[in-house]
């Protein structure tokens, strides 16, 4: 991908939110005990994720000039991942996790390409 504003328009999509919701929706098949549990492990979970991401990606955002969406999107994926990890006995790491490894090395996987998952590709800035 080659600029901001592709990848900004790219984690805006609908398909993409879409993509992304399905996560909850597989563990609330798999396990409903573990899924009545959901909001709980969130708010916990986003006490260390939130003031890591804002920290983490505030150069970024000051020296691109990037909207609320960008902060929103690596809020939320980053939550995932410790979520995907505490419920991983019901749903084996994957999307997040997957996500996570582009984050390391400095990008921002951002979209969807190519057919319904998991046909297609991953689009990374």
Known sequence: ???WPQAIEHCSSFDWECLRTEYCERLAERSRE????WN????EVKKFTI???DRKIKAVVREHDLPEIFRVRVRVDITALGLESEF????PLGFFA???YW?????????WSGGMFPKGRLVIY
């Not at 709980?40 to 708010?43: L, T």
């Not at 984050?103 to 979209?111: L, R």
Request: neutral net charge; glycine residues 14%.
């Open 98 to 100: 997957g996500n996570s």
């Open 88 to 91: 991983a006995d019901v749903c």
């Open 51 to 53: 003031p890591l991401v």
């Open 1 to 3: 991908m080659g600029s």
């Open 40 to 43: 709980e492990v969130v708010d």
């Open 34 to 37: 573990r899924w009545k549990h």
């Open 103 to 111: 984050y390391v090395k400095g990008h921002f996987p951002c979209g």
